[in-house]
């Protein structure tokens, strides 16, 4: 095979994958939004009303999802890498001072309002995959809640298992869906072709001027057809930008489009078919395949986000807004995949709540389109910054360009504000939780910080010092994780001070997280020797990568510093953290911290330090 064949091949198969993983919860929009936009109104099932709320699907689609992130937004990478958390700390890279701090903030509840999304697509998507069995027979109404419960607590309980073997379906499984899409739409479409004249964008402007007010809280119904737009950058690490580029324009866009304008020929035809305009597209004996199809379409899209939910995580805990917690690698050959069992459980219980207050999709579709916009708007602000400083755009093409994003995501933030009594209270109290969570642990640990180096030796003088006057001295060598590079660490002055002896070899390990996605292994550890018997190392990690002592202790060896892991003493500070009244941070705050901190992972499991190599000492810090 030639070179030409075979890398065609490879890009064929990758952006079948991307069809699988990016495109999910997009892909699965049309179960539910264009009934939800006739529903939010209770507008008459008209030919002007189809045509325009079909331009505004339409149009949406075009300008925000395809101009913005699929032209614009994917450009905006960290090597390779897309998402929130990506994008402010490139922009917080760029720029200093207080508007660093305002990156920060924005970044920060864009990544709380995810969580939010990460709770209801699942819940959301799978309950309009079960009520298709309503279409079957209005007996079947009973099952809807159950067979949803079912499939969700499936989805969660398989998740420790990996996606390595399930993700090989999802590509061909979503190709199918948006086969299926298309084929469904274009019959329909073919019995009232007048639905094509929804193309023309005067169809969407008459709308909006004929109903007014009404047609603004339409549009918070409209943004259902977006949802999953954040994914196509959030997963570009995965697979690339080009074939998410390949995927959308070959498969993706076409598969929809036609399915909405399918749903609105429909409807234009029997009226009636509103309850659930999607699977009335199929005859009755492909109800139930079409049923099936669905379940596994919405289980893809939901293990999109529960997946980017646990990337997420880990990149907050690497730049210090999360405590530690459990990390499983699922995969010997994807770094990306990954499971957080506190995470994974968390999220179940949560959704499992939304569904059994909520109870149905209609319900539901008040509290969904909030987080998405809501996270839509701040990566639009965070854009505007990287495409100012880095990418050096005018002010006028920058502003212009960024102008015409936050235009569409307001007003669509904006519809959805108005739906905050119906449901939308619910991400939005998510992602205040979340945001206070990550908050406060960023200012506590700063807090500590500051708190543990008003006492804190000077390290040069200290290694002088012990040089030059020795204290008795063991065989073998000493690691002290320390998270500064300039004091003396609290478990070694603990160890002299009771044990009263110091390792022939002393190692200060402090590891770094950069605002890197990934560090390249020719910078990943730096060795210094700073006497005859006292090193200090700087192990660098990107937020998108868990440290791990056996890589640190190769690198070494590469620099030069042997360390043998079973020969090798890990020593550490084990705060105790008391609550008090000093300037800083409200004392609430201040209990959150310590019930965080009590909570999280052990620094020997986190950094895989076999517990037999540990000594961990104690030191009491007031906040």
Known sequence: ??????????????????????????????????????????????????????????????????????????????????????????????????????????????????YGDAIITPAMSVLSAAEGLEVISPTLTPYVLPMSVVVLAGLFLIQRHGTDTVGKLFGPVMLVWFFMLGVLGAINIAKAPLVIAAINPMNALAFLIHHGWGSFLVLGAVVLALTGAEALYADMGHFGRRPIHIAWFSVVLPGLVLNYFGQGALLLHDPKTIENPFFYMAPQWAVLPLIILATLATVIASQAVISGAYSLTRSAIQLGYCPRMKITHTSEREIGQIYLPFVNWALLVAVMVVVLTFRSSDNLAAAYGIAVTGTMAITSILFYVVARHQWNWSLPVAGGLTGLFLAFDLTFFSANLLKVTHGGWLPLAIGLVIFT???????????????????????????????????????????????????????????????????????????????????????????????????????????????????????????????????????????????????????????????????????????????????????QVEL
Request: with cysteine; proline share 3%.
């Open 1 to 114: 095979m030639s070179h030409s064949a075979s890398g065609k091949s490879a890009m064929a198969g990758i952006t079948l994958a991307a069809l699988g993983v990016v495109y999910g919860d997009i892909g699965t929009s049309p179960l539910y939004t264009l009934k939800t936009c006739f529903s939010a109104e209770h507008l008459p099932i008209s030919e002007v009303n189809i045509l325009g709320i079909l331009s505004l699907i339409f149009w949406s689609i075009m300008l925000v999802v395809t101009l913005k992130y699929v032209t614009f937004i994917l450009r905006a990478d960290n090597k390779g890498e897309g998402g929130i958390m990506v994008l402010m700390g490139l922009a917080r890279r760029l720029v200093e001072g207080r508007a660093s701090w305002r990156i920060v903030l924005f970044g920060l509840f864009g990544a709380a309002l995810f």
């Open 437 to 619: 969570l990550l908050s406060t642990w960023k200012r506590g640990r700063e807090l500590l910080f500051d708190r543990i180096q008003e006492h804190a030796l000077p390290i040069d003088s200290f290694v002088e010092n012990i040089e030059a006057y020795p204290p008795t001295r063991v065989e073998g060598t000493a690691v002290f994780l320390t998270g500064t590079t300039h004091g003396v660490p609290h478990a070694l002055l603990h160890n002299l001070k009771h044990n009263k002896v110091l390792h022939e070899r002393v190692v200060f390990l402090t590891v770094r997280t950069e605002d890197l996605s990934y560090v390249d292994d020719a910078e990943r550890v730096q060795v210094e020797q700073m006497s005859p018997s006292f090193w200090r190392v700087i192990a660098r990690y990107g937020f998108m990568e868990t440290p791990d002592q056996q890589d640190i202790l190769k690198h070494c060896e590469q620099a030069g510093l042997k360390l043998e892991l079973m020969e090798t003493s890990f020593f550490l500070s084990r705060e105790t953290l008391i609550t008090t009244d000093h300037p800083g941070m409200a004392r609430w705050r201040e209990k959150i911290f310590v019930w965080m901190s009590k909570n999280a992972l052990r620094a020997t499991d986190f950094f895989q330090i076999p517990t037999n190599r540990a000594v961990e000492l104690g030191t």
